[in-house]
């Protein structure tokens, strides 16, 4: 092992027993498990509905009205997914880069 190689796997050491960089990693789990779980559990919900009981998904919107209740809600589940994913990003650009750079700085 060269003394470079040596050096750069002393510095992962050094960062993986850091407390900030553990909680670091736990928030950001934290965060995206709850997240997926919360997206497919909703997706997942939606199937389980179109395999049990597709009359609620066929039903229309109103009186007359050719659209039915299944769209507006798989459109939900989009958009649901959507801001979901624009919460992690907004997350991970404010807190998770905060505490990389500290954590960063901590160990200059």
Known sequence: MS????SHAQSC??????PKFQQLVRSRSRLAWGLSASVLGAYYLFMLV???????LHAPLGEGRQLTFGIPVAAAIIVLSWLLTGWYVRSANSKFDALGAQLLEELK
Do not use: H, T
Not at 3 to 6: E, G, H, K, T, V
Not at 13 to 18: D, G, V, Y
């Open 3 to 6: 003394p470079a190689d040596l």
């Open 13 to 18: 050491e050094r960062i993986r027993a850091n």
């Open 50 to 56: 179109v395999a049990f009981a597709p009359q609620w």
